[in-house]
């Protein structure tokens, strides 16, 4: 499995992104029950989110986000996908 760090940027429409939050925010905890979302929040502004997930490779990870209520409603201007290695700290350790 692979992780990767996604970046939404929020689009103008704000009113109609917390309309679907709701639902999102639903999406997300089943995403994260499933062990495939790992952590992510919005920005303190409120202008877009980053979050983390897991999953086999990219293709399955667009198959992930296009089944989020944020994609029905279209309210995101922009992804940004990198793909992750995690050290997990192993500089603490050392």
Excluded: C
């Amino acid at each position: 499995m692979a992780r990767f760090v996604v970046e939404w940027v929020f689009g103008t429409n704000r009113d109609e992104r917390l309309a679907v939050r709701p639902a999102h925010r639903e999406w997300a905890a089943e995403q994260a029950k499933q062990g495939v979302l790992l952590a992510g929040g919005p920005w303190a502004n409120d202008t877009g989110a980053q979050v983390v997930f897991e999953a086999a490779d990219r293709a399955e990870l667009a198959k992930i986000l296009a089944t989020d209520p944020y994609a029905d409603a279209n309210v995101i201007a922009e992804t940004r996908i990198r793909e992750w290695n995690v050290v997990a700290g192993s500089w603490i350790a050392g």
